[in-house]
């Protein structure tokens, strides 16, 4: 068991591309960190670094308070668990399990026993004479798991294990990589870009975009207080709704905020957060499910919408709308810096709406969750007990 | 329609086929006849036809030459070709493909470029050289300089790089160096590629012909081919003997090929190489 940090790695490739910029991150002892991000931002190189497989541009990575930069992969004591499994084909399971042991130089008793403990943990048993190619892709997950817990190692890296599995046996995998985690206590880093994936394993969840860490925070503060708009958009399926509005007063002279000709009225600590923002141009997040049906509870205030679509999904209807004021395209904000419209607003409702696509309805809004950020898309924050962002 | 098309597709691969076979066919059936027949029945098909079987051929070849001797050394030299070629060859491969240093694209485009140079450009040089060391006449002279082959370094370097990266980061991380992760993950995942090098740097070997021409002098060290070459000088030219020398020449060539088949298709589909 160990903790980890990285104090202000950057990565740069030989053709002079970025991957990472000064990135700092702390992982406590036995602390089960997911690194989230879209393809390409960097959490594998970072994965990588830490392993030993890529080398540091700058910064320092230490494991347990001891630089790691110049030490090779089999001098840091960590395990890793490739996207592919990476299990070596031409060993049996047993072989595949005993590796790491064999090249720690082990007695064949310790090596007999731990592979054994492992197998039954995993459920190998039956399997460890199979080779690789004759196991299923669930089966081979939990060889590449096994052969990474087989040495006890300090770290656990694990880079987008589940992505090769179908839905079903992703889910499965994935509480059990939870429960194996939580039972040993090892300090894991743990890559995907599924966000879903992120905000059900994780301690705690660092997002990263562009090779820049975002936030890093517990899952549900991470989806109740975004940092900023990426973050806004990222985490949640679908993301939040954002945006553009500004200052205004009601009839009564209150500040509150323009959603197009209407005005939507704030709460005592949403007014004191906004008072540096008076003419100013802000962006306001309201997530799918604080959008309701208008008779539903803590609804505020209504509108009224047009219907786009509806999706069934059972339990729940995902309603897209158009509103007075025209969603915000997190992502493309994000690459280019542009305010680009988004076709539809989403809201997320417990009853079918009475309405089909292109009619009008009446939806309510729950203001005490709205999130607020200013022009350059950070968080404003919010005084504590308030029901959005600090 | 279609089956026309199919009769016919397959009438004219049969007749190809038969254009081959055929003077494998002729060699086989001529060793097997008496030697004033051959040349008789030479141009009918009468020539092709087994119908008196004797194997006095053979026995004449291993009394008219030391075949023994012969096929000893072809097998020797080939075989040590072979073997130090698939370890030098296989290691400089791995490190083209996956070891990271300065200079290793430039170098690897000069072994590439050496795959151009037929060895008849470079044989008087290469005779002096040699002549020079004093290894006229012997095994090594055979040897040695055919050791590294630029072709098999660069089928390792393609197969190489086939195999996924994750296979040798897995090993690095369990703990595994450079030089164990080659022999203990890489070699045994790329045993076509072996199959392949193998057969296809014993066919070139077995064949060779100039160089030991150039470098030796007599029976004692010389390969096959300048054996059966020694027929022709050797008077009375009888094609009876020459065709059994050549049926027990192919014969182990055949025999190599049949064993290691189902890897070389492997292989050679594997390096995307046509033979």
Redesign the interface.
Known sequence: MASVSFKNIAKVFDDGSRAVSDFNLEINDGELMVLVGPSGCGKSTLLRML???EAVSEGELCIDDQSVNDL???QRN???V???Y?L???MTVRRNLE??LR??KRSKGEMGRRVAEVAQLLGLTSLLERRPKQLSGGQRQRVAMG?AMV?EPRVFLLDEPLSNLDAKLRLQIRSEIATLQRRMQTTTLYVTHDQVEAMTLGDRVAVINRGRLQQVAAPQLLYERPANLFVAGFIGSPGMNVFRTALAEDENQRPALQWGEQRLPLNAQQITALAGCQGQPLFAGLRPEAIRHPDAGGVVTTISARVESVEALGHEFLVYFRAAVSALDTDRFYETGEDAARPAMVARLARRPQADAGDSIALGLVLDELCFFDARGMAIELPAGSGGNP | MKRFWNVTTYLGLSLLALLFVAPIGLMLVGSLKPDARVLLEAGTLQAFLPDSVSLQNYSDVFQRVAFGRYLFNSFWISGWIVAAGLVVNSMAGYAFARLQWRGRDFIFMLVLMVMIVPLEAIAVPLFYQVTLFGWRDTYIVQILPFIANAFSIYLFHTFFLGLPRELEEAARIDGAGVWRSFVQIIVPNAKPAFASVAILTFLMQWGAFLWPLMVTSGPEVRPLPLGIAAFYTLPPLQWGDIFAFGVMMVAPVLVMFLLFQRWFVRGVAATGVKG
Do not use: S
């Open positions: 392993a030993g497989l090779t992969p089999q960590i395990a890793m490739f996207q592919n990476a070596y084909p031409h590796f790491p090249m720690m052969r040495r």
